[in-house]
């Protein structure tokens, strides 16, 4: 570590007490930009980096509501806006009990150099909530959106700050969330993204961030003239990133072994199918239920329930090629990236955000696999979410084939910077500098004209 990651981390740790995450993903950004730091004193001097690590604003609200017997519930809720010297704040809602302040400073961090590498113009944020909405009736889930957007209505908008989805946040909570931003501010605006085909979504975002890390994938691959045919890939989650990275290896030719959630994973040796991926989309997104039940339907699957108490996640220990982490922080640790060099992976696109830890991720760039870190492989969702953005401004709606033709010129850009940066900075074949870097420029550059404010 050299000495001004070392003074800035202790800096950074000093300062914000208790929220490693945030640590993990600034240390790993840092780590990166010394290559540019030293290029460019002038950021050094303007205290970019240190600015960048300070939210422009965190927003912290108590959330009351009423459960379905009457009983009062209270949550926390937040918005960190991180920085605007883009574009609009943007960034997901995320709705998990685990919803802390240091996870969503990590996740905002992360969101403003994947957002300025989408070369759409769009500034960083995050948010959510500690409500779990897991085993709560659509009435409850209802009720809590509406408490939530009380509060947070007077801190967003279309040309100031716009949420989207993240995990546990999907069609339905948007849904509810617009529905009563309409009511409290008597507009229509373009003040979330992720929404409904019939008021104001685009076509493509619910596939943008899957499809987006599969594209991001083949990017890789073609770099070393292969493509996704007849690989065998670990997908891991079973929401929205995971079904999406499912359908769009399928339909590139690929054989997607494994799924999981929190309590479990399945192993189906035959690979997935259209209509098995049909079974889990019904499954997670309708009746919400637990993936446990393929493995009781279809009967080349074995399921094996996850022991928190274990070391490594068993999912990432089968034989494939590609591994698209799709689920959550941290479910790639030092011994499970060990475990995928072992079983012969070579690919690591993330549909997660930050999937890998430090350690994970050294051992990825050690051995110089294709290793495509979240903030760029996963920017295909916010990417569409601009496009979703832009659309309505012009009050006008892109055909299917356009969003997923623009979508995917996003990621072959994005794929582009990296590889450009990273042979640029002296790393060549590095994704985590080319995106870092890639990301931290524009947004450094921005900054600079914009003064000290
Ligand atoms: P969903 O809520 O749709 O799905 C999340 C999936 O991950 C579920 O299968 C869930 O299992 C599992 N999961 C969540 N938390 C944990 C945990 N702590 N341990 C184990 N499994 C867990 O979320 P998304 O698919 O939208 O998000 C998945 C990841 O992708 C997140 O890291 C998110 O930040 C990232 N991402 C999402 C984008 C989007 O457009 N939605 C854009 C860019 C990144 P269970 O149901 O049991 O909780």
Redesign the pocket.
């Known amino acids: 570590m050299s000495d001004y990651v070392k003074s800035l981390m202790a800096e950074v740790k000093a300062k914000n007490p208790s929220e490693p995450e945030f640590h993990q993903a600034v240390h790993e950004v840092a780590e990166s930009l010394v290559l540019v730091l030293e290029k460019h004193p002038e950021y050094r001097a303007a205290k970019i980096l240190e600015r960048i690590i300070e939210p422009e604003r965190v927003i912290m609200f108590r959330v009351p509501w009423t459960n379905d017997q009457g009983d009062v519930q209270v949550n926390r809720g937040f918005r960190i806006e991180m920085n605007s010297s883009i574009g609009p704040y943007k960034g ?1 809602l ?1 709705f ?1 009990p ?1 919803v802390n302040l240091g996870i969503l400073k990590f ?1 905002a961090f992360e969101q403003v150099f994947k957002n300025s590498l989408t070369t759409l113009p769009m500034g960083g944020g995050k948010g959510g909530s500690d409500f779990d909405p ?1 085993g709560k009736s659509d009435a409850e889930v209802m009720r809590f959106c509406q408490a939530f957007m009380t509060e947070l209505q007077r801190h967003i908008g279309p040309n100031t700050d716009v949420p ?7 069609g339905r909570e948007i849904g509810f969330l617009f529905g009563q931003y309409k009511k409290i501010r008597n507009e229509f605006t373009g003040v979330l993204t ?1 929404k409904g085909i019939n008021w104001g979504g685009s076509l493509i975002r619910p596939e ?2 899957g499809y987006g890390a599969v594209y991001f994938a083949a990017e890789m691959l073609a770099t070393k003239n292969q493509t996704l045919e007849g690989k065998r890939c670990l997908v ?8 999406y990275t499912t359908e769009k290896i399928i339909q590139l030719g690929g054989k997607v072994v494994t799924l ?4 479990g994973y399945i192993y189906d040796e035959e690979g997935m199918d259209l209509e098995k991926l049909q079974f889990v989309m019904n499954l ?1 997104n309708v009746r919400r239920g ?2 446990k039940e393929y493995a009781e339907k279809y009967p080349s699957a074995v399921y094996t329930k ?1 022991d928190p108490s274990d070391k490594n996640n068993p999912l990432w220990n089968h034989k494939a090629d590609c591994a698209f982490p ?4 941290n ?1 790639i640790n030092e011994k499970d990236a060990q475990n995928l060099l072992n079983n012969g992976v070579y690919v690591v696109s993330e ?5 890998t830890t430090i350690d994970g991720v050294n051992l990825f760039l050690d051995k110089k696999i294709l290793y495509g870190p ?1 903030k760029a492989a ?5 990417s569409v ?1 601009g496009l979703e953005m832009a659309q309505n401004s012009m009050r006008y709606s892109w055909t299917r084939e356009e969003v997923d033709n623009r979508l995917h010129m996003i990621m072959k850009s994005i794929h582009k910077t990296c590889v450009d940066t990273a042979e640029k900075y002296g790393t060549p074949g590095n994704y985590v500098n080319g995106a870092n870097i890639g990301g931290f420029v524009k947004v450094a550059d921005a900054m600079m004209d914009l003064g000290v404010v």
């Open positions: 997901g995320r998990h685990s996740l897991k989207a989805g993240d995990i546990g946040v999907g992720g943008a961030t891991s989650g079973s929401g929205n990133v995971a079904q999981s959630d929190s309590a997670k637990r993936i996850l799709s689920a959550t922080q479910e549909g997660a955000n930050m999937p979240g996963n920017a295909g969702g916010v979410s």
